[in-house]
């Protein structure tokens, strides 16, 4: 590198676009498992299909609630027409399945040739009756992660209001009176008081339930309440929103959603970093608390109990380097937590960077740079993965975050990697979880402790240089 | 529109991105949106490849939509070019390419302009054709396009070996123990004293095309990959072909009698009979197996095969044949080429199934409730859910099918290793029904086993006794044939009485 004084801000950069992520259409894999009572429905082609069933691996055996539709000549010649088909195939699922909610998702092919999928579904919807949501979760516009995005920036629209709630709310709560079922009125207000008086705080993003227990927790020892989490278990169970509220993303890839809170149900949105790493769920919880006028009780203490415990894998990589080549948008965060580990990052790649949504986590970046004295990170938007691994060879960084494509062609050549796509499945969230994104973040280095002294590190003849 | 949950074979580009990445020094531009590049994370993982897939995409976004890919296609050629040098750039339209209509043709040939290496547009419509059609369209493009272009150039060699050869076709990536039945094929050949001239696609260089015709013939292994361009051969350079896949000991011996023949027809004298009766008898093990008393216990066992049409009709033949096993029912995915496989096997099993409809497989094992199923990995899991052992013989597969030992479908080695499978599945199968019966009271409740199959029968306290006593691995057979007995004759409840006269009946 030929940087001859450091970079006092973070440099923002964009190449070509030509990397390798998944298909956002993955999101139906975490999703449905997440919603309960959901059936995805993919609206696209083989090559869709194709995508799934092999990414998903054994998942697809377990008779998953998501199905292909599957576009024929037909579909795309218009000599079939749309309606009747999916009409056709929504029955079958209700039939067989019995859902209280079908997401339909956008494809690539649907985009190409204008199915009116938003248009379609509200009639469908009132004929089949069942709840019909569109997401277009497709590869022209949308990398991986989005995909979830773009499923629950279209849930946002579906939360009840108060004022049209409280009609079914008996129906919806249901469930909740159960569990409260024999405990007294008093115990139950009593919880209540448990509480700051704060208005309604409802989270969104996607995360395993043992995750959202923590994080609640988490919150409720400031005594601040979530009145609601989107998406929640079940689709009837969707959080309540009204005008006013405020709401906080969990993760970084949420931006739509975050829009469409703000701008359609007129939300209020806390701007923080991340909860990834003790030190992204500090700066996150002190962020809802000062927006609330709370003050934060012992986070540091916790903050500092949570290092101790993982100094033994912070001896591992620290003064090592970090590459992301970039494909799931969790990279700035990850990124961030890495260097507060000490570790250094020359470069972050990334699909999309919504500088806006993303705002106190690229501050935090900087902030945690500078702190521990090393160079900021350039970030790479829609990188080009052919030039990474150019840079990858120059740079030669301790550990390389990618895909499965390039994984095992470059630990042949040496280079330890990451596969990316086990921090978007991993349980990283909060405190709890941070020695989970090391255990993942050191496996490659802990492996190749273990196997060193055996000399068998580059696996390819070198090639002749042309 | 189509409710689907898994397909067997997959999207036309697939086949086509198999033969450009078996090829060395041939890379493959597919016009496809993100995350369409998936088939790099396949190759790298289940193949455990050490080097790049030389796959990359010209991305479709949304400007694309807006105003075509312009130079996009253009550029994205000619920097692959520059860069990594290849002899082909194989440009692979996808689904979204099929509906965008773009002028594929027109981008290649301005690429060709500038890009040193060849440039070719893959012949394969989305709509049409699968992945292993593709595969075969794409290696038929290849072989034609470097022997044309020699043709012109003059480079075409004259006449044919010193010594008998053989190009073997259709050897792929991501094709099921390729590797290692290549490997076998050629050791075959060794011993039959027949060189091998050229193995395509995998590890041939597009450079070596123009010496196929110096083979005195053509064996292509494998019914879904290869055939079009042995074919184009014979049409062309009157090459003959062998398309007898060498799969079990009856057909690798008919394999090579053909072989035998076509090559005596051009003048060479061998005669392989010897060859063929000392393997047989002693080397391979696999005659000896089916007269040795295990294979006696597999006599008359049922089995249900399903696959590609090459080893769904290989296993068949070898079970029924070699082995005396009760094929109930076979199957293929191979729609397109389903007349061949009717043929093929329809003397060795009761019913053959042509579906690509998993539930349809699905169901026609939980009637006819196997002993062991042959299958790909779909089949497999149809087992576990119904505890029937699997043995995997076909794509779609995983990780686990690609293994790093030694183990051949092809040749003589291939059928030692289809014999260890095949007794394999059944014994284990058999063990777990021993343990049932010796392993302490039996008071498990009836399970009915079957996708489908719903009871409405009821069974009085007796009868129910009666059906718990009688051994795990028939208890479902004769629960159903009693059931079955009882509805025809219209009896509501099963006693005692129904049970026997069930039995005297139907034999259950």
Known sequence: MTALQEPTALQFECETGNYHTFCPISCVAWLYQKIEDSFFLVIGTKTCGYFLQNAMGVMIFAEPRYAMAELEEGDISAQLNDYEELKRLCVQIKRDRNPSVIVWIGTCTTEIIKMDLEGLAPKLEAEIGIPIVTARANGLDYAFTQGEDTVLAAMAHKCPQTAKAEGEKEERNAIHKLLNFGRKKEDIKQEESEYADHPPLVMFGSLPDPVVTNLTLELKKQGIKIAGWLPSKRYTELPVIDEGYYVSGVNPFLSRTATTLMRRRKCKLIGSPFPIGPDGTRAWIEKICSVFNIEPQGLEEREAQIWESLEEYLQLIRGKSVFFMGDNLLEVSLARFLIRCGMTCPEIGIPYMDKRYQQAELAFLEKTCQEMGVPLPKIVEKPDNYNQIQRIYQLKPDLVITGMAHANPLEARGINTKWSVEFTFAQIHGFTNARDILELATRPLRRNNNLKELGWEKLVKEQAKV | ???????????????????????????????????????????????????????????????????????????????????????????????????????????????????????????????????????????????????????????????????????????????????????????????????????????ASVHNLKNLPKAWFNLTPYRELGLMSAQYLQEEFGMPYVDITPMGVVETARCIRKIQQVINAQGSNVDYEDYINNQTLYVSQAAWFSRSIDCQNLTGKKAVVFGDNTHAAAMTKILAREMGIHVVLAGTYCKYDADWFKEQVSEYCDEVLISDDNGAIGDAIARIEPSAIFGTQMERHVGKRLDIPCGVIAAPIHIQNFPIGYKPFCGYEGTNQIADLVYNSFTLGMEDHLLEIFGGHDTKEVITKGISADSDLSWNKEAQAELNKIPGFVRGKVKRNTEKFARERGFSQITLEVMYAAKEAVGA
């Open chain 2, 1 to 203: 529109m189509k409710l689907a949950y898994w397909m067997y074979a997959g999207p036309a580009h697939i086949g086509t991105l198999r033969i450009a990445s078996s090829f060395k020094n041939v890379h493959a531009i597919m016009h496809a949106p993100l995350g369409d590049d998936y088939f790099n994370v396949m190759r790298s993982m289940l193949e455990r490849e050490r080097n790049f897939t030389p796959v990359t995409a010209s991305i479709v976004d949304r400007n694309v939509l807006a105003r075509g890919s312009q130079e996009k296609v253009v550029d994205n050629i000619v920097r692959k070019d520059g860069e990594e040098n290849p002899d082909l750039i194989v440009l692979t339209p996808t689904c979204t390419s099929s509906i965008l209509q773009e002028d594929l043709a027109n981008f290649v040939d301005r690429a060709q302009m500038d890009a040193k290496g060849d440039v070719m547009l893959a012949d394969v419509n989305h709509y049409r054709f699968n992945e292993l059609q593709a595969a075969d369209r794409t290696l038929h493009q290849i072989v034609k396009f470097y022997l044309e272009k020699a043709r012109k150039k003059g480079e075409l060699p004259e006449g044919k070996t010193e010594k008998p050869s053989v190009n073997i076709i259709g050897i792929s990536t991501l094709g099921f123990h390729n590797q290692h039945d290549c490997t076998e094929l050629k050791r075959l050949m060794q011993d039959l004293g027949i060189e091998v001239n050229e193995v395509i696609p995998e590890g």
